[in-house]
């Protein structure tokens, strides 16, 4: 939780071959207050932050060095907000899998790809494909974040937000 350990991912995909590893984000999804803290910085104003409410606590908040929730004191003003309880949602998504709460808590990742295909309209099944190959022992691990997967983005489809925030279709590069 502290702003030492923070890892991040990128994932790159447009109508046409990338050969860069690009410019800022347009989205930044935060699962947790250290996370928005060190990466804000990159993202360019009007750009997409997707918060994980449920981590944004009084605990969390003072690791990362924030006295007040930036959620909620406006000083995200300059970036479209969409703040969701990402923690909750995934584990209602995967609780009939008998998993650990720590595994649980681990398919988060897949809940937001799930929102974020949702987002910019991609394909999930090469998604889904992989985690079936990656998980063929664990079964129950493969999905569980299928499960996850098809919830972030059931709840893209769902969600009340405003025009600002609507899906975007992204063709598929035509990579030879």
Not at 124 to 141: A, C, G, H, V
Request: aromatic share 8%; net charge negative; charged share 25%.
């Amino acid at each position: 939780g502290t702003t030492f350990g923070v890892s991040a991912f990128q994932i790159h995909f447009g109508s046409r071959e990338i050969r860069t590893a690009g410019d800022a984000p347009d989205v930044l999804v935060a699962l947790n207050p250290a996370a928005l803290k060190v990466s804000i910085k990159d993202l360019d104003k009007g750009g997409l932050v997707i918060a994980d409410t449920g981590a944004f606590t009084d605990r969390n908040l003072k690791k990362a060095g924030y006295e007040k929730n930036p959620i909620e004191d406006d000083s995200l003003g300059n970036y479209r907000v969409i703040p969701i309880d990402i923690t909750k949602a995934t584990l209602e998504a995967v609780k009939d899998f008998g998993l650990s709460q720590k595994e649980a808590v681990r398919c988060k990742n897949m809940w937001t790809l799930g929102l974020i295909y949702w987002l910019y309209d991609r394909d999930r099944q090469p998604t889904i494909n992989w985690l079936n190959d990656k998980f063929k022992s664990r079964p129950e691990i493969s999905k569980s974040n299928i499960s996850a997967l098809n919830a972030g983005h059931a709840y893209g489809e769902t969600m009340e937000i405003s025009g600002d925030h609507s899906a975007y279709t992204v063709s598929e590069a035509n990579i030879m």
